[in-house]
């Protein structure tokens, strides 16, 4: 359980589709007693008919963010830690909650969950399997193509920064 006198911080992850950055995000939002917000559940609870290319995705993934980060201010600004899991995975989206973090005056930690295409797609068959609720049919092109865009962090991002 999470001490009273913990300050508030956001959590946000990177790494390749199928890496584990969903499963480590429930396990740290349990752990330090945060507010899970799952972009997967959200968009698949919002939209759940209106995702069926990569650039709807992209579409309405923005329209998320844009909905959310005033909450997510605030609630890390009232003390609540948030652990997001929602793609790091470009210089940009983790400009993104490098502004969050910034806005609400708190630490973050960038969890970089690093495992090789040939691991990420054992797993993507896994969960195209067992398919959790918020999760997509993703074919291993498919993991390609996105995997394509995927930047590492590196250190002048300024990034406190956890390897998995």
Known sequence: ??????PPSLHFFCGKVAA???????????????VLISEDLWLTRLF???????E?????????????K??????LKTGTSVVMDFPGNTRS????????????????CL??????????????????KERPEGSKFTSP????????YFEPPKGEEGFTLRHH
């Open 1 to 6: 359980m999470k001490s009273q006198e913990t």
């Open 20 to 34: 584990g950055k969903s499963t480590l995000a429930l396990e740290l939002a349990e752990s330090e007693s945060a």
């Open 48 to 54: 759940p008919e209106e995702i069926n290319t990569f």
């Open 56 to 68: 709807q995705y992209l579409t309405l993934s923005a329209r998320l963010k844009r909905i959310l």
């Open 70 to 75: 005033s909450h997510v201010t605030e609630l």
């Open 93 to 108: 989206q983790r400009a993104w909650f490098k502004s969050l973090a910034r806005d609400a005056e708190v630490d973050h």
């Open 111 to 128: 969890h970089y969950v690093e495992k090789t295409n040939a691991e990420c797609l054992v797993q993507l068959k896994k969960r195209n």
């Open 141 to 148: 092109e498919e993991f390609m193509m996105v995997t394509g």
